[in-house]
């Protein structure tokens, strides 16, 4: 198994920009595709974006291309999404998840605990 722990969020101003990172322990980093999903209150989880075992590919959704760059450093084991021009609707509990294959499917193996992110107006 793979263990994931997400690590950056907070709370933002509307066009600000927000870094998160999500640390993996357990079996060879390399061998996962990444991933971010998204969930806002009372809304379904959402993909964000997704990364193959060695950064060659990467797929973002329609709604944050252009705007969130997603990242991995195999050598230190943490995936990174770099969210800029945030928008108060982006407000949701961000969570990294891995899987085998790429892309990932919607749902993910392995998931981290979520961290919250918050877009004021």
């Known amino acids: 198994q793979v263990q994931l722990v997400e690590s950056g969020g907070g709370l933002v101003q509307a066009g600000g920009s927000l870094r998160l990172s999500c640390a993996a322990s357990?079996?060879?980093?390399?061998?996962?595709?990444m991933g971010w999903f998204r969930q806002a209150p009372g809304k379904e989880r959402e993909f964000v974006a997704a990364?193959?075992?060695?950064?060659?590919?990467?797929s973002y959704a329609d709604s944050v291309k252009g705007r969130f760059t997603i990242a991995r450093y195999n050598d230190k084991n943490i995936m990174t999404l770099q969210m800029n021009s945030l928008k108060p609707e982006e407000t949701a509990v961000y969570y990294c998840?891995?899987?085998?294959?790429?892309?990932?499917?919607?749902?993910?193996?392995?998931w981290g605990q979520g961290t919250q992110v918050t877009v004021s107006s």
């Open positions: 990364i193959s075992r060695y950064g060659a590919n990467k």
């Open positions: 998840a891995a899987e085998t294959p790429y892309p990932l499917s919607p749902t993910p193996d392995y």
């Open positions: 357990g079996r060879t980093f390399s061998n996962y595709a």
